[in-house]
């Protein structure tokens, strides 16, 4: 589009004399200030415009960004290329409060004409200020039922008061990308929802929270960044889709906000083909993006403002300011970041020398620059009165905060109770707790299905299936490997000498624990032992007579830690039970966690039945292990027989958490922990670490949620129990229940992915690192 046809269609939509508002809905959302009466404000402008030049008329549409790290000679180069180039705004992008504000102050009071201070703040000031408050991320609050949608219109208006309290008139934000590609790599839970009208509303909300404050919402990233697998800091994505499909998906929420008033529209740099022939030109540049699309067909008469222009997706295919000259021509009004100022303004001025219709159109974007600058306080400025956040800031962000997550809470009771009513278990405990606090405490249903049965309390003794192997045979094996009574590249065979002389001599201790030693998954070794005069020992001679598996890869195995459990035995010359019980249950003050817990004083009343046995025992099972071939071998092995409650299990987990101390006492080193959590045979495809479950390493649908790290670990059970460490954000999360009562299949508690699902939620609720906000204490 040449310059004559933007200039006609600029004046079309009022863009010389003003920025006329798009039909709204509803109330207005901007503070009106002081100085709010359009002949004052045309007068001010005429008269800041009456002895600019043409380069200081270019210079008003940039916005540069404030580098890091500004003292002694870096500051004092900043100052300078303020005061020679006369920008028309700068933008922070790091630091604290306490130190921006004074730069602010000082910037503001060199330059001749008042500064557009903007900031890239989407989730709170606290995600570039480090001393100020960061919300959580969008995606959390797209998790949200509808009703509490003004949650977020409260977040956006406590972030819009505390940048006009420090002096900041731009947010460049919300985030109105729709998630529709899992793959992307830079926008993810940054966007609200992947349903178009779930980001709209949310973003709507935000908006208009901002914008009461008297700070510009800047809608991003249009036309849409939702569905790239490209990151445009980087190089230029690419998207394919039809106009129908951008129109449907990824232009609904700009369209909607555009309605309700969004003062400020960001446009991407992405190659869409649906728009735009020219290859290897982002539509940011595209005229048939920014004026035909943006403008003409969606109606935007605010301001519209280019993604970085330093970013890799405009410089790797314009360069020495053609980049600012094509944004400038393509119709955008301010040009954030261009890479090199002087040069871009440079540029800009060279082609205008020759062009007037080009010198028409940088005026009227050099007037809707200062119109914009009037309205958001620009001409009056106050610095006496401006300030950092403070404590209250805080506790009022903290109060949205806690309310969001006493939701998430309710979140966690609804899927629950949905796995209730579909008989996916009948009852549970969950437990959480984040860096030794207590998060989430609760428990639901009943121990049985009967109307009448007694309800779960956080009393109720659960059999705790596999998670016997991480709490029990793997806290023994560490004990002894810390110890040196044994080394984990010792074969099993040098302890269990049965071994030796078959195919099993020289499986490793770590081989065993890591599920690496060909071992056959289980077997129904029961169904011999339960006849034999030793069943222990019938066992042993089953598992020592199985072939071991071909192939030497990854095959989760009980038959490895049942050896492990009796290596635990030889060594130590205790059984496991009394092992563990000694160095751990007993001094961390475990009073409900037993092998064979009736034999130890636990009333069967307390324990939840499991499975109603119609094969060995014919009877419901309940205060004995579910697992035949642990009930065989007396209730006691390595991989499966321990009870509990998500109490005791939680100082175990808080125990590995704290690097191996609970209460004061060290029970195991740090250094143990820490090696035993590696993935020893990552190369061989083995997610595992040493007796430890992990999460998936390059795809999504292990045994833990998606947004548990890598660095996180524990384990789950048959019964339908779970307990997983997450160094990385200090969280443990415990669930427990008897989902196999009365029948073990279908296991619906896998296939609707309770266990997980709540796991997510926490996440939620704690923003994966919690950086800025406090923690809410939730449950009973």
């Known amino acids: 589009m040449c310059v004559a046809m933007l200039l006609s269609a600029a004046l079309c939509y009022g863009q010389v004399h003003g920025m006329k508002r798009s039909p709204r809905k509803g109330n207005p959302t901007r503070v009106q200030t002081r100085r709010s009466s359009p002949r004052m404000a045309t007068a001010w402008i005429d008269a800041t415009m009456k002895d600019m030049t043409l380069r200081q008329k270019v210079a008003q549409l940039m916005v540069i960004r404030v580098p890091l790290e500004l003292e002694g000679t870096r500051q004092q180069e900043f100052e300078q290329l303020l005061h020679e180039t006369e920008v028309g705004g700068v933008c922070f992008f790091v630091g604290t409060a306490g130190k921006t504000l004074p730069l602010i102050k000082r910037f503001q009071n060199l330059s001749h004409v008042p500064l557009l201070v903007c900031i890239d703040a989407e ?56 998630n529709s590609n899992p793959k992307n790599p830079v926008i993810g839970p940054r966007s609200f929802s992947d349903n178009p009208q779930r980001v709209a509303d949310l973003g709507i909300q935000y908006m208009r929270g901002l914008q009461s404050q008297g700070v510009m919402a800047v809608a991003k990233h249009f036309p849409g960044h939702g569905d ?7 190089d230029l994505p690419v998207i394919n889709h039809t106009t129908a499909y951008m129109d449907t998906v990824d232009l609904y929420p700009f369209r909607r906000l555009i309605e309700e008033g969004v003062e400020g529209v960001m446009t991407a740099h992405l190659q869409v083909n649906a728009y735009e022939r020219e290859q290897n030109h982002p539509s940011s540049l595209s005229s048939r993006v920014v004026s035909d699309l943006l403008r003409e067909q969606l109606h935007f008469d605010g301001m519209v403002i280019t993604d970085g222009l330093d970013m890799k997706g405009v410089t790797k295919y314009y360069k020495d300011g053609q980049e600012s000259l094509a ?58 009165k401006w300030r950092v956040p403070d404590k209250q800031d805080s506790l009022r962000c903290d109060s949205i905060v806690r309310a969001m997550r006493i939701v998430a809470e309710t979140r966690i009771d609804s899927i629950v109770n949905d796995g209730i009513a579909k008989q996916a278990f009948p009852g549970c405990q969950i437990l959480a707790m984040q860096n030794g606090r207590l998060l989430f405490r609760k428990a639901y249903g009943h121990l049985t299905y009967d109307s009448c049965a007694p309800a779960v309390t956080m009393n109720t003794v659960y059999d705790i299936a596999s998670v016997t192997k991480m709490i029990a045979t793997t806290l023994a094996v560490m004990k002894l490997v810390e110890t040196g009574r044994v080394k984990l590249s010792d074969p099993l065979s040098r302890y269990l000498p049965y071994l030796k002389h078959t195919d099993k001599e020289k499986i490793t201790i770590m081989q065993a624990l890591s599920h690496m030693g060909r071992l056959k998954a ?31 890869e990854y095959v989760y195995s009980d038959l490895g830690f049942i ?12 059984r496991l039970d009394i092992f563990v019980q000694r160095h751990f249950y007993g001094p961390m003050g475990l009073s409900h966690t037993h092998f064979n817990p009736t034999e130890h004083g636990i009333d069967s009343n307390l324990i939840a039945p499991t499975e109603i046995d119609r094969h060995y025992r014919h009877r419901l099972i309940r205060g004995v292990v579910h697992d035949e071939n642990a009930y065989v071998m007396g209730g006691v092995s390595g991989h499966a027989g321990l009870f509990s409650t998500a109490d005791d299990l939680a100082k175990i987990l808080q125990m590995l958490l704290n690097g191996g101390t609970y209460n004061g006492k060290r029970y195991l080193k740090r250094e143990v922990i820490e090696m035993f959590n590696q993935r020893h045979y990552a190369m061989q495809g083995c997610r595992r670490g040493l007796g430890f479950d992990k999460p998936l390493m390059h795809s999504t649908g292990g045994s833990a949620c998606d947004q548990a790290s890598q660095s996180s670990y524990g384990h789950t059970g048959f019964t339908g129990t779970m307990v997983w460490v997450d160094p990385e954000c200090g969280l443990i999360y415990v669930f427990l229940s008897n989902r196999v009562h009365p029948e073990a299949y279908p ?25 800025g906000a406090g923690i809410a204490h939730f449950g009973n």
Request: aromatic share 6%; charged share 25%; net charge negative.
């Open 123 to 178: 989730w709170g000031l606290g995600m570039r200020l480090k001393d100020c408050f960061s919300f959580p991320q969008n995606g959390d609050w797209g998790m949200l039922p509808k009703e509490m949608d003004t949650l977020v219109y409260e977040m956006g208006r406590e972030i819009g008061g505390q940048c006009r309290k420090m002096g900041i008139h731009v947010n460049f934000a919300p985030v109105v990308d729709v």
């Open 228 to 234: 790239t697998e490209t990151d445009s800091h980087f």
């Open 327 to 384: 944004a400038l021509m393509a119709g955008s009004d301010i040009l954030l970041l261009p890479p090199d100022v002087p040069k871009a303004i440079n540029t800009i001025c060279q082609a205008a020398e020759s062009d007037p219709d080009l010198q028409k159109l940088i005026d009227m974007r050099c007037r809707r620059m200062l119109r914009c600058k009037y309205y958001h306080g620009c001409a009056d400025l106050q610095p006496d």
């Open 522 to 552: 289980f077997d129904t070794y029961w169904k011999k032992a339960k006849d034999a005069d030793d069943p222990l020992a019938s066992v042993i001679e089953q598992i020592t007579a199985t072939p071991l598996l071909a192939k030497s």
């Open 563 to 574: 050896l492990l459990g009796q290596m635990v035995q030889q060594v130590s010359g205790q």
């Open 747 to 771: 296991n619906k508690l896998a296939q609707m992915n309770i266990r997980t699902q709540v796991q997510s939620e926490l996440y939620n609720a704690l923003n994966g690192k919690t950086k």
